[in-house]
């Protein structure tokens, strides 16, 4: 064999290679033959059903949401896009109490806001994903100031993280700074943990940025589409100051302070009836369709949003089935896995047990009542929302 015919040889076996590379992220806790998830010694009960209004401008599905308390009253809070109107309910008497018209000139210039936090009536913080911008509202939706970090800070990193501000993406403050983390889009050849953060950590008073945190190993070892499996979830925990990651692919969660160290510990946080989470089949320098995307998001297990809940010190993560028969609707059957606060496994229900309706992930919180999941019943007049509790039996 002549050197060009070993060469062409050695590319093909390369090409073949690298084009059936597919990583398997196996669970290291996987029961198999499990029917059913085994709850340990807890109850799941629906305690509850909590009905919002809607006028003839909202829709049930939003992502822009936020719940806060104020003198002992908890309100449910979200973004309008249609009308740039921020609505805020007094949660558990079900009613409409404040409609936030935000200003006309801010909407804008700054046409993209996702992000809602808010700290009280006077004091509105909302982001804009286009433009990476805090704008502070007073109650009258007006502008009082606008906190932005430098554009020269985005060029220290090759792929700055695209911050969003949703309920499972919340905007975090801490002290005068202020945290969000967002997902780009994309597989890179050449991504490592420096160079593709997800974490934007903006300090209000000395206008410093940081760029923190990094996708786990598994997503440097594989192919994952760029665009499903690259939306990972995080929850915060004020009383130990304490960044908790869900990623899709990763039967563990991550869990980071965001101190200048940035480092991460990981905790195994995985569905017991989950084998393993498959890249697809080919390296990186591969790109994908938009329906191939789906279809290997949709046949394959992942992992949803995470939640801390403060009134029990523990926190709930979602995990997702396979969609056995997917044609269009990337709806899948969920499960909940309970954390205590040491992050140790506590329980595991399979919610399509206890729900007839569809769940909206994006519209799950937590409240003094216990855990609070959305459903899409149909009924567009309305937010739907069935409070869940659990109980230990053994106590």
Known sequence: MNLDKYLSAILIFACFYSCTNIHENKNPRYQKNS?????????????????????????????SINTFSLNNATYYSFINKFK?????????????????PIDQEI???????????????????????NKTS????????????????????????KYPPSPKGWMTMPIVKRGSQLITAGYKTGEMTDETKRNRPITLI????????????????????????????????????????????????????????????NTFKKYYAGSKIIPSINSMGQSKYFSFSKMDRRKHFAKNYSYGPIYFDPYRNRYYRIAEKKIKDFKDD?????????????FKKIFEFDLS????????????????????????????DQITIKVVTFYDDEN
């Open 330 to 342: 990337l709806y899948k059957e969920k499960l909940l896995i309970g954390l205590n606060s040491d």
């Open 35 to 63: 029917i059913s998830p085994h709850q340990e010694s807890y109850t799941l009960q629906i305690s509850d059903t909590i009905r919002l209004p809607l006028d003839h401008y909202s829709i049930p599905l939003n992502r």
């Open 134 to 157: 805090y704008l502070l509202l007073n109650q009258k939706g007006k502008l009082q100031s606008t906190l932005a970090p430098p554009d020269s800070s985005f060029k220290s990193v």
């Open 202 to 261: 903006f300090d209000s008073q000395t206008e410093e940025t940081h760029f923190q945190g990094y996708y786990p190993e598994v997503y440097r070892e594989g192919n994952w589409g760029g665009s499903l499996y690259r939306r990972f979830y995080y929850t915060y925990n004020p009383f130990e100051d304490l960044f908790i990651y869900s990623f899709p692919a990763d039967h563990h969660v991550s869990v980071s302070q965001h101190t200048p160290q």
């Open 353 to 380: 047990n206890y729900f007839q309706n569809k769940i909206y992930t994006y519209g799950i919180f937590v409240t003094q009542e216990g855990l609070n999941v959305q459903v899409l019943d149909g009924n567009e």
């Open 107 to 129: 909407l804008e210039k700054y046409n993209n806001i996702t992000g809602l936090h808010i700290v009280s009536f006077d004091s509105i913080f909302v982001f804009d994903y």
């Open 84 to 100: 740039g109107t921020i609505y805020i309910y007094k949660y558990n008497r079900e009613s409409l109490v404040k409609k936030i």
